[in-house]
């Protein structure tokens, strides 16, 4: 089956930057897409950044100019290069990957990986 693992959480004071990663195994053919997602505490799981399998990236406005998302397709790495992190970043931010074999697209997430920041 597939598995996604994230890593690079932790706690950084505000205005610092973090690097998020994720690394994706199991039988994969054919990625349609890869993304971050993020759910702080009360709130719903909310998408972050989005990269497709052109290149295509998309980005939630609250993010945008400070969060970039990369790939790196030999590895089936994502990441998350986040700056200028401000405390409302604060959440467990899971990676997630669609795939596409044959005719069936399927969607996975990471278990999540804690990300603080201080004030």
């Known amino acids: 089956q597939v598995q996604l693992v994230e890593s690079g959480g932790g706690m950084v004071q505000a205005g610092g930057s973090l690097r998020l990663s994720c690394v994706v195994s199991g039988r994969i053919f054919s990625i349609i897409s890869m993304g971050w997602y993020r759910q702080a505490p009360g709130k719903q799981r909310e998408l972050v950044a989005l990269?497709?399998?052109?290149?295509?990236?998309d980005y939630s406005d609250s993010v945008k100019g400070r969060f970039t998302i990369s790939r790196d397709n030999a590895k089936n790495m994502v990441y998350l290069q986040m700056n200028s992190l401000k405390p409302e970043d604060t959440a467990v931010y899971y990676c997630?990957?669609?795939?596409?074999?044959?005719?069936?697209?399927?969607?996975?997430w990471g278990q999540g990986t804690q990300v603080t920041v201080s004030s």
């Open positions: 990269i497709t399998s052109g290149g295509t990236t």
């Open positions: 997630n990957v669609e795939t596409l074999v044959g005719r069936t697209r399927s969607i996975y």
